[in-house]
């Protein structure tokens, strides 16, 4: 029985690919004595189909990933600069709401700023340092700390 | 541009491959699987279940959602087609077991169900008899029976494929195959034009 059905799904398999021979042909009609006519029922089968639009069912497993994975475009941007995806509400975390680039600009515009204003005035500096008694009395709005001893 | 490569990449992808980008959440690896086995898991449920397209919608949702919730339950070393088809026949075998508890399954119902949807019994051609005939006894018999009978003649897998889903050896399969068909032609003989 067990040979029998290797050799009827053998020559099945040669029937739907067209490699069968006329020997062949011939055991295999003997095998289908009494059969349907043409492999109705397969045939049937194969041609078989069912129309109906399944787009709802599409939508929500949609909705279902977006809940799990975030949006497309997230998945998109962490791909594309090859980071390790984390799970979306990790990234969420790690994502701050304020724009990186811009920020950065008027921090570096603070920083030149900073670099390119005037310095103290070394001449002034020198009043101070200075031996005040070369300046007694020439300059009363300068502080002279050891002025008080005279 | 990078996003059309990327698309391109994905479309290229084997079954496994997508899975694994789908662990990782990507979206249009999810879209192109989708895109590849909605129509025959549809059709799969549609005729397991009595030809109720509603359920069998609800269950493809709940088949892919099992994809999105879970997707580490599949071992990418494996083949996906087979344990894809056999999470699908779990879920059948399910609902049987629960429609049997509830004895909801009545079998003269399912058939007017079949009548309604399908076919308009005013202009009912031979051939369409023939086939709403065909699946009515499909469903009566084995449930192992059927799906081998399904995934062999309506979606052309091989009896490997088919004995790696049903977790049966390659002869059980074969003898299964068999046996639906010496059922259904006994059934179904009053269309033979031999008899």
């Given at each position: 029985m067990d040979k029998n059905l290797d050799r009827y799904f053998e020559l099945e398999e040669k029937v739907i690919s067209n490699t069968i021979n006329s020997i062949e042909l011939e055991e295999w009609k003997t095998l289908n004595k009494?059969?349907?006519?043409?492999s109705r029922i397969e045939d049937t089968l194969r041609n078989d189909d069912v129309n109906a639009s399944r787009l709802h069912v599409k939508m929500k497993l949609d909705a279902a990933f977006e809940e799990k994975f975030g949006s497309d475009n997230q998945y998109k941007d962490v791909h594309q600069n090859n980071?390790?995806?984390?799970?979306n509400k990790i990234r969420q975390l790690w994502?701050?709401?304020?724009?990186w680039a811009a920020l950065a600009s008027v921090a570096a515009v603070f920083v030149v700023f900073f670099m390119l204003r005037p310095g103290p005035s070394f001449e002034g500096n020198t009043v101070l340092l200075a031996d005040s008694s070369l300046h007694y009395g020439t300059d009363t709005t300068i502080f002279k700390p050891d002025s008080i001893l005279y | 541009m990078i996003t059309t490569k990327n698309t391109l990449e994905v479309s290229t992808q084997n079954d496994e491959q997508l899975m694994l980008s789908i662990t990782n959440g990507n979206k249009r690896a999810f879209d192109v699987l989708y895109a590849r086995y909605e129509k025959r898991m549809f059709y799969f449920f549609f005729r397991k279940l009595n030809n109720n397209q509603e359920k069998a919608e609800d269950f493809l949702h709940d088949l892919f959602l099992k994809i999105i919730e879970k997707?580490?339950?599949?071992?990418?070393?494996?083949?996906f087609s087979p344990w894809f088809y056999s999470v699908a026949q779990n879920m059948v075998k399910n609902e049987y077991k629960k429609m049997e508890v509830r004895k909801i399954m009545d079998t003269e119902t399912d058939t007017a169900h079949v009548v309604n949807h399908e076919i308009d019994p005013l202009h009912i051609t031979e051939e369409q008899l023939f086939k709403q005939r065909l699946f009515e006894e499909l469903g009566k018999i084995n449930q192992d029976s059927s799906t081998a009978f399904i995934m062999k003649y309506?979606?052309?897998?091989s009896i490997e494929e088919i004995a790696e889903t049903l977790n049966i050896k390659e002869g059980t399969v074969k003898s299964k195959l068999f046996y639906a068909k010496q059922v259904l032609l006994e059934k179904l003989g009053m269309f033979n034009p031999k008899n």
């Open positions: 009494g059969m349907m006519s043409n980071v390790i995806p984390f799970p994502a701050p709401p304020v724009n | 997707p580490e339950a599949f071992d990418t070393s494996k083949s309506h979606e052309g897998y």
